[in-house]
């Protein structure tokens, strides 16, 4: 796992968080979950967390997706 950068985003008073972007490679093939079950492995394991404090936000059939991480 690759971290690229690491820009600021401010959603406002209420809400405030760090976009941070990852370059996250896995073997398997998208389909049917499989990739983005593989990322969220990839993603739980590098940050040391259950796979359940992780959340596909966005990009469920794209290369570039955004997960929450609790």
């Not at 739980?44 to 936000?57: C, P, W």
Request: aromatic share 6%.
């Amino acid at each position: 796992m690759e971290r690229v950068d690491q820009p600021v985003l401010d959603l406002g008073e209420k809400k405030k968080g760090e976009l941070v972007t990852y370059k996250v490679s896995v073997k398997e093939m998208p389909v049917n979950g499989q990739a983005n079950e593989a990322i969220v492995e990839a993603l739980a394991e590098y940050f040391d967390t259950a796979k359940s404090n992780i959340n596909l936000v966005s990009g469920q059939s794209s290369k570039q997706k955004i997960f929450e991480i609790k």
